[in-house]
């Protein structure tokens, strides 16, 4: 098989990006077009496997949410893999009161060898910052102990 150059690795980091920058369920449908059907997907919430499940799991993800955009301002890509530095602006009804939440994040992501496409990613990021803050019992204790940390320099 011919070797699949950097500018089609940056070709698929464009679809990428256009794929996150307004995610929704409705985008789910273009996911074939970006990862491997055998894709490896992990984050601070779960690991899948498989592209069905990839889309199990972010379709239960969006499910609540009015609004999801991801802006990648920083990327790094080769011929193997690439990393992009973004942040994920969220509307979800039940977090945060439905008020925008801004969570930055990095994802590895490294490319099948015989096709053109994600065959692994790895998300980073405060799952914390996400979810836990907004929740209104458990973001009153966060913030507590935040402040006594803050508190013990």
């Known amino acids: 098989m011919a070797k699949i150059k950097t500018k089609e690795r940056r070709d698929l980091l464009e679809k990428f990006k256009a794929f996150y920058d307004d995610l929704s369920l409705d985008s ?3 996911l074939s077009d ?6 490896s997907f992990v984050d601070p919430v779960t690991q899948v ?3 069905d499940d990839l889309k ?7 499910a609540n949410v009015s609004s999801c955009h ?9 011929q193997k893999q690439a990393f992009v530095v973004w942040q994920m602006r969220l509307h979800h009804e039940k977090l945060a009161g439905g008020l925008e939440i801004v969570v930055p994040g990095t994802s590895h992501l490294v490319f099948s060898e015989d096709s053109h496409s994600i065959r692994h990613q790895v998300d980073y990021y405060d799952l914390g910052a996400m979810v836990y803050e907004h929740v209104p019992v458990l973001g009153w204790i966060l913030g507590k102990v935040r402040q006594r940390m803050v508190d013990f320099e």
């Open 28 to 30: 789910l449908k273009n």
């Open 34 to 39: 970006i990862y491997h059907d055998d894709v």
């Open 49 to 51: 496997n498989g592209l």
């Open 56 to 62: 199990s799991y972010l379709n239960h993800g969006l």
């Open 70 to 78: 991801f802006a990648i301002y920083e990327e790094m890509v080769n």
